[in-house]
């Protein structure tokens, strides 16, 4: 299962277009599940790009703000069981 959550939290930075083209979100932090719709804030915008929401790839969490999202158009199961194992390896099960 390591090796899965290794390749899944490929999936969690630069993925703007995996998310939007996603059916459903989730967080590892907080472990919310949600419509790409609800992503609110985007960071990481290309270099020479503007700073702003429209130019950034990586989406932060609408309940919890943190960059710890992966999306089901990554292959991997948006469910709590999935989601607490990632937070457990990247976060410590806090």
């Not at 290309?46 to 292959?75: E, N, W």
Request: overall charge negative.
């Amino acid at each position: 299962m390591d090796l899965d959550l290794l390749r899944a939290h490929r999936h969690s930075a630069g993925h703007r277009e995996e998310l939007l083209a996603s059916e459903r979100c989730g967080c590892f932090q907080c472990l919310a599940i949600f419509a790409p719709q609800a992503i609110g804030e985007w960071i990481d915008a290309p270099p020479g790009a503007p700073d702003d929401d429209a130019a950034g790839t990586t989406g932060l969490c609408p309940g919890c703000g943190v960059d710890a999202l992966i999306g089901s158009a990554s292959g991997f199961p948006i469910e709590r069981e999935f989601l607490l194992a990632m937070r457990e390896r990247w976060f410590g099960g806090r």
